[in-house]
């Protein structure tokens, strides 16, 4: 089966671009799609092949482009004018995910990924009067909401640290722009839960899909009727990319599908795809989760010239394609289906 990749709009006038968090799952994917236009593309990621089976599988995907510098450092503490020296367009995606883990003891990491590090790339952006930044931001900025498509115009009510984090991240990069000095434009990209091949593996998508495998307990919190606007990865893929040379400057814009499926929808895909039913184990909501999440993407429309093109049972048939095809490198803790756990 051939995966859905992200076939890239053209990059007229692009020759650099930076992409942080390009050993991450959506990293991964934008940095292949950006390779494949011929232009170069300088990947910074604090993850390493060695250190990280997930990092060496996303890594995997860029072996042979001579166009790929990859860099290993922190954001917040690498020579950051250096390395965006001479870039078109930083598309800034490294951030610490997750609303659950953003509760307690990480708060810190959190503030220093998400906000610290933004700062950072900003002062050098701004500086060397990089045209565009392109911040991956998130749909959990808009918190709980009515069950009505969730518009840039609204409201935001993040309701976990990490919410809170990202909406602080969009508001810092607004900032910076709106200094007298700057030349850098900013597009803020509130992504909708993105899945696909090489998602997170603390994603529900991911998860649903190994449990039913390896029949392996699926632990779920709240009830199922949790609803989420799920956007495959490449169709992620190319509104960032559409997003680097948009004519638009220092605005927020959905990326979602427009309609949004519910967690007995996902388990009932992973049973139909996979054959065999996903073992679940149930507990209480969470802090920080919300009941449904849906976009609003006229904006993405208009804007970017964007729309959704993968369904959520091709997106996910996709996703188990690659699951089964890659379970060595991908996710080696988990045991091979037909051998004893
Ligand atoms: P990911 O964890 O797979 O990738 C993030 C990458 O950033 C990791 O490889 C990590 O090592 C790197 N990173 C983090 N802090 C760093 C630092 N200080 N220095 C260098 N590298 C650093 O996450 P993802 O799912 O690919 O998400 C990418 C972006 O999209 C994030 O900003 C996330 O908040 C946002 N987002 C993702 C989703 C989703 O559904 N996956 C939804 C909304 C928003």
């Not at 948009?246 to 388990?267: F, H």
């Amino acid at each position: 089966m051939p995966l859905i990749e992200a076939a890239a709009p053209a990059l007229t006038g692009l020759r650099r671009v930076v992409v942080t968090g390009s050993a991450g799952f959506i990293g991964s994917h934008l940095t292949k799609a950006l390779l494949h236009t011929g232009v170069t593309v300088i990947g910074i990621d604090r993850r390493t092949m060695d250190s990280d089976p997930a990092a060496a599988a996303n890594f995997a995907e860029f072996t042979g482009f001579p166009n790929f510098v990859p860099i290993t450092a922190d954001l917040l503490d690498c020579p950051m004018e250096r390395l965006l020296l001479d870039a078109d367009v930083v598309f800034h995606l490294a951030a610490l995910p997750g609303v659950r883990p953003s509760w307690g003891p990480n708060f810190d990491a959190y503030v220093a990924a998400n906000i610290q590090a933004v700062q950072r790339v900003m002062n050098a952006a701004t500086r060397l009067k990089i045209p565009r930044v392109v911040l991956a931001s998130s749909s959990s900025v808009y918190g709980p909401t009515d069950g009505s498509p969730s518009a840039e115009t609204d409201r935001p009510r993040p309701a976990s640290p990490y919410a809170i984090t990202k909406l602080a991240a969009e508001q810092l990069c607004l900032a910076h722009t709106a200094r007298p000095s700057s030349a850098t434009s900013v597009v803020a990209l509130r992504y909708f839960t993105v899945y696909g091949p090489r998602q997170r593996t603390d994603m529900l998508i991911h998860r649903a899909l190994t449990a039913a495998l390896y029949q392996t307990p699926l632990h779920l919190f709240g009830d199922d009727d949790q609803r989420r606007d799920f956007t495959y990865v490449a169709d992620a893929v190319r509104a960032t990319i559409r997003a680097a040379t948009a004519p638009v400057t220092n605005t927020v814009i959905n990326i979602g599908v427009g309609s949004n499926r519910s967690i007995s929808d996902i388990l009932a895909i992973a049973q139909q795809l996979t054959g065999r039913p996903v073992p679940v184990i149930r507990s209480k909501a969470r802090a920080g989760d919300v009941p449904g999440t849906l976009a609003d993407n006229s904006r993405a429309g208009g804007l970017l010239s964007w729309k959704p093109e993968v369904d959520l049972t091709t997106g996910t048939e996709q996703q188990l394609h690659h699951l089964r095809t890659h379970r060595d490198t991908h996710d080696p803790a988990m045991p091979v289906p037909g051998v004893s756990p």
